[in-house]
């Protein structure tokens, strides 16, 4: 008993506390950046066993565009940086808008582009890089549902982070 008490109050306390947020930190850390990739891992598992979709893995986005040559030039630049498995480039839309206080209306040509989920953010920077207008319209929905093969066409057109 004796050997087993001065072991446990030999550690100033001090320093135990200071081990023990160092630990629980560190645990914090560690799980911070291995979730994620958990996550992912466990989604393309259960989808590969289950023969399913797991849902918000592929996202659409809406992106206006003043013309249809505009529009033709970001989304081909958008392909050649592999960012989407395909781009639809829709007809001219009516567009009624609130711009410096007043309301607008226009043509505009709209862009539906499927990706995965994952390149969202990085495809949304590149569309700011280059899109003429101040604030550009990008949207992005999480795809909830669809045919199996096409999801996994996607992600074979869209290369992973």
Not at 64 to 69: A, F, I, M
């Amino acid at each position: 008993m004796d050997w087993g008490y001065k072991r446990i109050h030999k550690e100033p306390l001090a320093q135990t506390l200071c081990r023990s947020v160092l630990f629980v930190f560190s645990v914090g850390l560690f799980s911070m950046f291995v979730f994620p990739m958990l996550h992912y891992l466990g989604a393309q598992l259960h989808s590969a066993l289950t023969g399913t979709y797991v849902p918000g893995h592929h996202s659409v986005l809406l992106i206006n565009c003043p013309n249809e040559q505009v529009a033709k030039d970001i989304g081909r630049a958008i392909m050649d940086r592999r960012m989407a498995a395909s781009v639809n480039v829709l007809p001219k839309a009516s567009t009624m808008y609130y711009w410096k206080g007043e309301i607008h209306e226009s043509t505009e040509i709209l862009m539906l582009v499927k990706t995965r989920t994952s390149k969202i953010q990085r495809l949304t920077d590149y569309v700011k890089s280059i899109h003429p207008y101040d604030i550009p319209e990008v949207l992005s929905f999480p795809v909830e549902d669809g045919i199996l093969s096409f999801m996994k066409w996607m992600d074979e057109a869209v290369p992973a982070d």
